[in-house]
């Protein structure tokens, strides 16, 4: 079955800190993915997705993704976390033929001074 | 820019009443969808909306739920009879194109049933 995993539920990292946040997926093609976010007491907004090309893409605020084929990741990453990054997010895959995406649990970033 | 629409912002409920959750979406948008979001669990799909039927809906979407295109702007969810495990975060969407997954979600409307 299709499936979007985020091992992490929860993770904790320091202002200017770098981050990365895991994403799995198990599809039986590469399916588009995505990362989305969500702030408290707002709705999901796309930071960024891939599609096909260039393996590494780049986001708004400053995150970008690695997509690696050979372990069904696609990573989401940021150089320097800003106290603004704390929220939730969740990792998306939609298999390319259907409008519907999975989602992964999501993963809860917390952020201290 | 233009953004997905959703009232109300929070409604709560009696079980066994219904509730219509109501959407804007984008307006050059042909695709719409309803997610939902229990709390602590996953984002779930409900149902996908494409002219003026519905094109796919997963297994939660039961006979208690429907949806509709009323007029030209708005896109509803009704729950017919409301049960406790239908509190949630509702979240619609909008898409331009269907194949690439690239959805535009409003903030969500929490439904609590009582």
């Known amino acids: 079955a299709q499936s979007v995993t985020q091992p992490d539920i929860h993770i904790t990292v320091s202002e200017g800190a770098s981050l990365e946040l895991r994403c799995n997926y198990s599809?039986?093609?590469?399916?588009?993915l995505f990362w989305y976010v969500q702030s408290p007491g707002q709705g999901l907004q796309l930071l960024l997705k891939?599609?096909?090309?260039?393996?590494l893409v780049q986001g708004i605020k400053g995150f970008e993704a690695e997509f690696k084929r050979s372990q069904s990741s696609f990573n989401l990453r940021k150089p320097s976390v800003h106290w603004s990054d704390a929220a939730e997010y969740f990792c998306?895959?939609?298999?390319?033929?259907?409008?519907?995406?999975?989602f992964g649990k999501g993963t809860k970033l917390s952020v201290k001074p | 820019e233009p953004e997905v629409t959703q009232t109300p912002s929070h409604q709560v409920t009696q079980m066994g009443q219904e509730v219509i959750l109501r959407c804007v979406p984008i307006?050059?948008?042909?695709?719409f969808y309803w997610y939902r979001q229990i709390l602590g669990q996953k984002v779930e799909f409900l149902v996908s909306?494409?002219?003026?039927?519905?094109?796919?809906k997963s297994e939660i979407f039961d006979d208690q739920f429907s949806v509709e295109r009323p007029d030209g702007s708005n896109f509803t969810l009704k729950i017919r009879s409301t049960k406790l495990e239908d509190s949630a975060m509702y979240f619609c969407?909008?898409?331009?194109?269907?194949?690439?997954?690239?959805?535009?979600f409003g903030e969500g409307s929490r439904l609590t049933v009582l």
């Open positions: 969407a909008s898409s331009e194109r269907r194949d690439t997954g690239e959805l535009f």
């Open positions: 599809y039986g093609a590469t399916p588009y």
């Open positions: 891939y599609f096909s090309g260039d393996t």
């Open positions: 998306a895959a939609n298999g390319g033929s259907q409008g519907n995406l999975i």
């Open positions: 307006s050059n948008h042909l695709y």
């Open positions: 909306f494409y002219n003026n039927e519905i094109s796919e």
